[in-house]
């Protein structure tokens, strides 16, 4: 069974950093490319950063760029999101993905952990 299990979430105060790390139950992640994406209460799933196999390219939303950084251990097939200087906006459920082809915001991406839940003070 492929899983994509997410962890690292919490409730944190505005300004705060927090670390989201993303395990994959198959090493054939290991060649696909791996993403994040958020959804907050009421509105559509979006995309925040996303990160190729091999790591030398990613991409960002532009509301987090500058703030976040998506990273990848294909050995340990674990996919991180470092989010610093948080904000009220970005709570949100945040879903780990796995893309079957393409790379990017516009990848086809079909394998979804659970996600785990990011909640900012002001």
């Known amino acids: 069974q492929v899983r994509l299990v997410e962890s690292g979430g919490g409730l944190v105060q505005a300004g705060d950093s927090l670390r989201l790390s993303c395990a994959a139950s198959?090493?054939?992640?290991?060649?696909?490319?791996m993403g994040w994406f958020r959804q907050a209460p009421g509105k559509e799933r979006e995309f925040v950063a996303a990160?190729?196999?091999?790591?030398?390219?990613?991409d960002y939303a532009d509301s987090v760029k500058g703030r976040f950084t998506v990273s990848r251990d294909n050995a340990k097939i674990t996919v991180d999101l470092q989010m610093t200087s948080l904000r009220p906006e970005d709570t949100a459920v945040y879903y780990c993905?796995?893309?079957?082809?393409?790379?990017?915001?516009?990848?086809?991406?079909?394998?979804w952990g659970q996600g785990t839940q990011v909640t900012v003070s002001s």
């Open positions: 990160i190729t196999w091999t790591s030398d390219g990613t």
């Open positions: 198959r090493r054939t992640f290991s060649r696909a490319a």
């Open positions: 993905a796995a893309a079957r082809s393409g790379a990017g915001p516009a990848a086809s991406w079909y394998y």
